[in-house]
């Protein structure tokens, strides 16, 4: 009776772990859009190709988006996006790398939405500082929506707005994350 | 005795192997692997010429650029012309890209009252990552029409004589994020020229070169050396020097050349101001660009 239970308790054991391995999720095309619209001009991107991976048991979240992956409806602006302000050549990727502050309210195996808050260290142009903001977490059928907007301030990124188009850019930048994850299996 | 022990022990297993904290990974990112992208290279120059002569960029798909492209007269005219001021010839064009490799134009010219026509298709484009190519490559093919009434309206005239034609490989790096080099080897023709002293086809090669001052400002050179013994000993190589300066959506090219024409058998084939002799136009292109189609994003 006593071995019975024993082999239960490990038993059990190594599914907690194995579901504790596959607690992942990720993504390749979730959608970061971020607007520097002022009144004269709209600036607006969309990028479709967002790399991020949800790890549920720790609350760990990292995210990774290519610069030049971000499309403008003028194809001019993009360039200038690239060439003038984000040096996407030398500086490829954007990335978040954090942490959920309250992951453990969120029931990743029950279907609603959570209220997060995330907070973690964004690299853009170069330069890494501390963000925090709210998110969202929302789970349906075993996929996962995570979505988030946030202000960044260009002037924080070393992204310097020359006073030709100073009128014309934002210095605050909205950014808007929507990523559908699903399960990682390994 | 026995059973507090047993399940102590089936305690610590069961912490030992499920321990759902211990397995944190450092880098998530990297569980799903290195993504396999290609990084094309963009913005080698400023605009789809170097000064006169294409240079290795397209307008981008659905983007039309409109160029107006002006020489004042020659500074050797002196002060009674205002050092060439006082005189002027133009080129008005149209650029549109069809696609991000295809792209067409036209344009009238002030000089020999030039209508032309060209279409440019960019064959290789310069990436690193999973397509790495070095070097990128276009092709560029033009005729032109000269429409001045006829020297000699005597004797019988052929409109196709009013004709020439340029093809061109545009073959480039941009090798740094400051500098871009490009070798353009050209084949000139023109259905009907002066002298016999003077060939049909017409053999040259371009050098061009940007070299970025800062974000919204480069320096840019143009070369085209015409190989020996095809046009008559006047006519000068093309040699140009100036600035393109970016404002957003408008690109200005402040020049010295010493060619008059702005199309491609003009200034390599007839250009006749001499650098040494004060033979140098000031000029400028101004290009505009407007987004007809948008696109899907």
């Not at chain 1, 990028?47 to 194809?75: M, N, P, Q, Y």
């Amino acid at each position: 009776m006593k071995k019975i239970l024993f082999l239960v308790l490990i038993l059990s054991g190594l599914l907690v772990q194995t579901q504790a391995q596959t607690q992942k999720y990720f993504t390749r095309d979730g959608k970061i859009q971020f607007t520097a619209s002022t009144p004269v001009e709209k600036i607006d991107a969309t990028s479709k190709g967002t790399t991020a991976v949800i790890d549920a048991s720790t609350g760990a979240i990292e995210f990774a988006v290519l610069v030049k992956g971000f499309l403008f409806e003028r194809s001019l602006m993009q360039e200038h996006f690239n060439e003038n302000y984000m040096e996407s050549d030398k500086f490829p990727k954007a990335t978040f790398k954090g942490q959920i502050q309250n992951a453990t309210s969120v029931k990743w195996v029950k279907d609603g939405d959570y209220p997060v808050k995330v907070k973690g260290t964004l690299t853009i142009h170069g330069v890494s500082r501390e963000v925090a903001t709210d998110a969202k977490i929302s789970i349906k059928g075993g996929k996962i929506l995570a979505t988030t907007k946030f202000d960044v301030a260009v002037a924080d990124y070393n992204i310097k707005i020359p006073s030709v188009v100073a009128d014309k850019v934002a210095r605050i930048v909205t950014i808007s994350v929507e990523a559908g994850l699903t399960e990682l299996k390994k | 005795m026995k059973t507090p022990l047993f399940a102590f022990l089936a305690l610590i297993a069961y912490l030992f192997v499920s321990n759902p904290l211990g397995a944190q990974d450092d880098d998530l990112l990297a569980l799903l692997g290195e993504e396999k992208t290609t990084n094309y290279i963009t913005a080698s120059f400023k605009t789809n010429r170097v000064i006169n002569g294409h240079s290795l960029e397209n307008t981008h798909a659905g983007v039309l650029d409109f160029k107006i492209g002006h020489r004042f007269g020659m500074l050797n005219q002196g002060v009674y012309d205002l050092f060439g001021l006082d005189n002027a010839t133009i080129r008005l064009g149209l650029d549109y890209g069809i696609t991000n490799r295809l792209q067409i134009g036209i344009g009238r010219s002030t000089y020999q009252k030039m209508l032309d026509g060209y279409a440019k298709f960019r064959i290789l484009r310069q990436s690193t990552g999973d397509v790495n190519m070095p070097v990128s490559l276009t092709a560029v093919a033009g005729m032109y029409v000269n429409t001045l009434k006829w020297a000699n309206p005597d004797r019988e005239n052929y409109f196709s004589s009013r004709m020439s034609y340029a093809w061109q490989l545009i073959l480039g790096r941009k090798i740094n994020d400051w500098i871009t080099v490009q070798l353009t080897p050209t084949l000139i023709h023109r259905n009907l020229v002066a002298t016999l002293a003077e060939d049909n086809d017409v053999y040259a090669l371009g050098i061009g070169i940007r070299q970025r001052l800062s974000r919204r400002v480069t320096l840019n050179a143009e070369y085209t050396y015409v190989l020996p013994d095809q046009i008559l000993s006047r006519y000068q190589n093309a040699v140009s020097v100036g600035l393109d300066i970016e404002t957003g959506g408008h690109v200005f090219q402040l020049h010295l050349t010493n060619a008059t024409a702005m199309t491609e058998p003009g200034f390599i084939t007839e250009t006749t101001g001499d650098w040494m002799d004060g033979g140098i136009h000031f000029g400028f292109n101004i290009s505009r660009v407007f987004t007809i189609v948008k696109p899907k994003i």
